[in-house]
């Protein structure tokens, strides 16, 4: 029997050990009940450390420490992501900043982080480290992120993005999976496997901003437009010359409105679906998922292989 069957209990003991770090904070300082937050979401961190665990023979316990570890830098990182975007929903309920203040959500993530990294310490003595350069990395791509606003940028350049602020949490949940599971000739093969799951996850994440509505994703939708952030939708789109200038004359609109108005927004949006160029990502992003094919082979569990396999290509076709 594969152990993959075990997940869903696995996913509850991570959650239970989450909840009971915040159980452990001092109710005057921070009540996690009276704010309800959803701090697993859809665990796709988790799910990916556990099957590459199980593909390469990591004792799910193991595997199980780690998945904490990196879903609390991840969530961490979608507090303060929200407080930056000032974004109202997030995995379907009001975000920390709208019910508590911008201050309040910041600390909050701040603390998130901080558990993150007392946690990974308990795991292996040089787990902690790597974690701590993984959130730079995460940082720096956020950083990134920040100083390209509105301006026109290359698949390259936003495909950098990604490998920092998506694609280094994914590795170094790979890495710390081989690592502990003392399979040192298979670090090459697991940091691409980490590296491409993070890239195909955060282009179909940037195609969903554009095609779906906030009841079906859960958060606010639209967001990369508005906030004037050049996706890989909208950069397949501006390398048409037939749609170029419009979009641009729109983006433009964007940037400079005073008061916020969706149309501009609303009116790329549809170019960019109408014509194929979500579509287009959708298959670069199922490309990289696809392109694995010699570092699954090189994973010593094949049935397990096959179900990491199968679960970061789902990732990579979602609709939701």
């Known amino acids: 029997m594969l152990k993959t069957r075990g997940l869903d209990e696995s996913l509850s003991r991570i959650n239970r050990e989450i ?60 507090l303060h992501d929200d407080c930056i975007d000032q974004a109202e929903l997030r995995r379907g309920l009001l975000t920390l900043n709208e019910r508590l203040g911008l201050n309040t959500a910041i600390l ?40 390209l606003r509105h301006k026109n940028i ?42 491409a799951t993070g890239l195909a996850f955060q282009i179909i994440d940037d195609v969903l901003d554009i095609e779906s509505a906030a009841s079906e994703t859960g958060k606010d939708v639209l967001k990369d437009l508005i906030e004037g952030r050049t996706t890989l939708p909208l950069i397949l789109a501006l390398d048409d010359a037939r749609f170029r200038t419009p ?36 298959a670069l992003a199922l490309e990289k998922a696809q392109g694995l094919k010699d570092a699954f082979e090189n994973l010593p569990h094949r049935e397990e292989a096959l179900a990491l396999k199968a679960f970061i290509c789902a990732l990579a076709s979602r609709r939701k």
């Open 154 to 195: 290359t698949a390259v350049e936003a495909e950098r993005v990604i490998e920092l602020k998506t694609g280094a949490l994914f590795r170094w949940c790979a890495l710390s999976a081989c690592h502990l599971a003392k399979k040192p000739q298979l670090y090459a093969a697991c940091g691409d496997i980490g590296v």
């Open 19 to 78: 909840n009971s770090l915040f159980e452990s904070v001092d109710k005057t300082v921070y009540d996690h009940r009276k704010t309800p937050f959803n701090f697993m979401g859809k665990a796709v961190r988790a799910r990916f450390t556990l099957l590459l665990g199980d593909a390469l023979g990591l004792e799910r316990n193991a595997a199980e420490k780690l998945s904490a570890a990196a879903e609390l830098v991840h969530t961490a990182s979608l």
């Open 247 to 282: 979009i641009r004359e729109r983006l433009s609109a964007l940037k400079n409105q005073k008061i916020r108005d969706l149309a501009p927004a609303l009116e790329i949006a549809a170019v960019i679906k109408e014509n194929g160029f979500t579509s287009r990502a959708r």
């Open 108 to 147: 909050v993530g701040d603390l998130v982080v901080s558990f993150a990294f007392d946690y990974a310490a308990k795991i292996a003595p040089e787990i902690p480290g790597h974690l701590i350069k993984t959130v730079r990395s995460m940082t720096e791509g956020a950083l990134l992120e920040e100083n």
